[in-house]
């Protein structure tokens, strides 16, 4: 595996320095271009790449880059022409794989005259129709607590939240892989308060701690029911904000949903009417409780906050999870689930932490897709694990890389990464399994793995090299 990639990006907006910060910490040498100098000041000192200001369409820029022959370009400013343009001058200048964001949806709709193949874009990126997508896709999954599927769905993630009635509560992680047996699953990572554990098996299971297992999808279930966390179809939704990417979630989810969308500017909620047909698009400050409950919060089995605001959507989460769960005679509050979308990477935890079920934000959910397509054919799939800090990421083992050479229990290393990555389950003679001590990792074999962030050069180290 080559490891001395190099890579170029046009862009220190959301994904370009979020992707910038992700690549270096795998040891590829970045440089990038960008125009901003207030941009440029603020990111040195923090990111370990060549920085050069100036404009992206001048060729004396891509000189300075020393771009010919660079292994990959990233465009992502916020410009969609700046970023077309720049893939066919760096299929000029000999790059190899050009990637390219494009926040226009109609540009390559069926019967276009233009393909990304004819400008030299190996990948399009679309930040806000991935996010909005991904809702759908959540929605539209028949176990409404699974959060990722792995594996060509062979294998899940899915995620419980512990309360006082809970056969875990209090347990430590080994007693209960024992309590549980029939299962072969592995509790991947944990959420307390704003914190994220990857934990071994000493560690306690406490009240309100929402837990993340790894599980084949066939077992889901048994074992959620077990969990107390049964499936529930979520039919009715609420949307909470007509933006770009409201709208949009409101669009894929409006012929098998019964769907509510609030909007809180009165043009913009007119103009939605008329092209949402099957949507029940409602005028209001989706933030004011009183607008919420004529809106008909209380039947809703989903919320969904989708404004351009952070904090609006994060505590326009957390309000309507309390309206719900508190209504007198409450029937199905408990099963309640809310969706928060943030622009910040650093409110992902804090959204979490405030009672947001998923929270997703559109830069890490981008950086998350040029990260797995650039880290090539042995890193299968890459993600982040929603309201935590920490990345799923399924791997092929390369011949005599540490991860075969024992069990996990004593690869070289292993003691220093407690805490920081765990081998969560191994696909070994057309079979997965949850990874234990004693498992052994042969080359060839596919391996899932939670890690933090800033550790997946060593989980490269360990399992692809």
Avoid at 166 to 174: F, M, R, T
Avoid at 242 to 250: K, M, P
Avoid at 292 to 298: I, K, M, N, P
Avoid at 382 to 387: D, K
Wanted: glycine content about 10%; charged content about 25%.
């Amino acid at each position: 595996m080559k490891t001395n990639q190099e890579i170029l990006i046009l862009g220190l907006g959301g994904v370009g320095r979020y992707l910038a910060m992700q690549l270096a910490e795998t040891g590829r040498a970045i440089t990038v271009i960008e125009s901003n100098p207030d941009a440029i000041r603020r990111a040195e000192g923090e990111l370990d790449a060549r920085l050069i200001q100036g404009d992206a369409m001048n060729n004396s820029c891509w000189l300075e880059a020393r771009a010919r022959g660079k292994d990959y370009l990233i465009a992502v400013s916020d410009d969609d022409a700046v970023n077309i343009l720049a893939a066919l001058l760096a299929d000029r200048f000999g790059i190899k794989r050009k990637i390219a964001r494009v926040r226009s949806r109609g540009l390559w709709t069926d019967g276009a005259v233009i393909t990304p193949e004819d400008l030299k874009i190996d990948l399009v990126i679309q930040p806000e129709e991935l996010v909005a997508q991904e809702v759908a896709r959540l929605l539209k999954m028949h176990w409404s607590n699974s959060v990722i599927e792995l594996a060509g769905g062979a294998m899940q993630v899915v995620g419980t939240r512990i309360g006082e009635a809970s056969a875990l509560l209090d347990l430590e992680v080994k007693e209960i892989a024992g309590t549980l047996e029939e299962f072969d699953f592995r509790i991947v990572a944990i959420a307390r308060d704003t914190n994220t554990l990857l934990p071994g098996g000493d560690d306690v299971v406490r009240l309100n701690d929402y837990l993340y297992c790894l599980v084949r999808a066939e077992d889901v279930p048994s074992l959620m029911l077990v969990l107390g966390s049964g499936a529930k179809r979520r039919r009715r939704v609420m949307v909470i904000g007509g933006g770009h990417v409201g709208s949009r979630i409101a669009e894929l989810l409006q012929d098998t949903f019964q769907l509510k969308l609030l909007e809180l500017d009165g043009s913009r909620a007119e103009q939605l009417g008329q092209e949402l047909e099957n949507v029940e698009i409602l005028h209001g400050d989706g933030s004011d409780p009183d607008t919420l409950l004529t809106a008909g919060l209380l039947s809703m089995d989903t919320v969904i906050t989708a404004t351009g605001d952070n904090e609006a959507n994060i505590l326009t989460s957390a309000l309507a999870k309390q309206m719900i769960r508190n209504q007198p005679g409450d029937r199905h509050g408990s099963e309640a689930k809310t969706i928060a979308l943030v622009k910040r990477e650093q409110y992902l935890t804090l959204a979490a932490a405030m009672g947001a079920d998923i929270v997703l934000n559109r830069k890490v959910l981008a950086g998350d897709r040029i990260l797995a397509y650039i880290l090539g054919e042995r890193m299968l799939s890459a993600a982040r694990l929603y309201g935590v800090d920490a990345e799923v990421v399924e791997l092929v083992a390369a011949p005599r890389s540490p991860i075969t050479r024992s069990s996990l229990a004593t690869v070289p290393g292993s003691r220093e990464l407690r805490g920081k990555m765990i081998i969560g389950g191994v696909f070994h003679d057309g079979q997965w399994r949850a990874a234990v001590g004693e498992t052994r990792v042969e080359a060839g074999d596919r391996v899932i793995a939670v890690c933090r962030p800033e550790c997946l050069p060593d989980l490269e180290r360990l399992v692809l090299r």
